[in-house]
């Protein structure tokens, strides 16, 4: 079975929170959880101050941890970045990876394009770009079987989660080593 991706929605940063924790309980690594969630506590400034070229979708950094409490701060590759046309928004994990990717920006599409790069279907995607709009945290967890995509599945669930779905993955380093030399356009 190929990996994939176990994606959700939480309401809050506690929601999040209790979710990772459980996530890591139950033997699922830092590296491969994913969160995503706007940042409330002034990326822009910080964006800014940095040099960030929010056009083109880049990274600030990875100085933002301490932003994150509980378990959030415990996940690997934390960073702010601004995402062209959605604004400020903190990410860890593999997805920061994605987004901040040199195949990122304008020519994947911002949020819906990584999220779409990373095998969710884009009406998903947009509808997942919509809640973290609203202030809601979008998580997701590398599973490598069936059995790790159902207990992730059950963490989401049991947490009350919102949007629960599961995604076949690309590796981002397989995109960003790819996509360069493979742009082709289905038109």
């Known amino acids: 079975m190929a990996a994939k991706s176990v994606f959700c ?3 809050d940063e506690v929601q999040a929170s209790c ?3 459980d996530l890591k309980m139950a033997g699922f690594s830092k590296n491969d ?3 995503l969630l706007p940042d409330k506590s002034g990326t822009r400034d910080f964006a800014h101050e940095k040099g960030t070229k929010a056009p083109e979708g880049a ?3 990875a100085g933002t941890g301490g932003v994150l409490g509980g378990a959030l701060g415990w996940l690997a590759g ?3 970045l601004a995402i062209p046309g959605v604004g400020p ?3 860890a994990g593999p997805i920061m990876a994605a987004l901040s990717g040199a195949a990122v920006g304008a020519a994947a599409g911002g949020l819906v394009g990584t999220l779409v790069g990373m095998g969710i279907p884009e009406f998903e995607a ?3 770009q919509g809640k973290i709009r609203e202030g809601r945290i979008l998580l997701s967890v590398h599973s490598e079987d069936s059995n790790e995509t159902k207990r992730a599945k059950n963490i989401f669930e049991r947490a009350g989660a919102e949007d629960i779905s599961t995604a076949g993955e690309e590796s981002v380093k397989d995109k960003r080593e790819t ?3 493979t742009r082709t356009t289905l038109d």
Do not use: H, L, W
Request: avoid cysteine; charged fraction near 20%; charge should be positive.
């Open 89 to 91: 928004f903190i990410a």
């Open 19 to 21: 979710i990772v924790d």
């Open 59 to 61: 990274a600030t950094g």
């Open 179 to 181: 996509t360069p030399r």
């Open 126 to 128: 947009k509808r997942y």
């Open 9 to 11: 929605v939480a309401r």
């Open 78 to 80: 934390i960073g702010a």
């Open 33 to 35: 959880i994913s969160a």
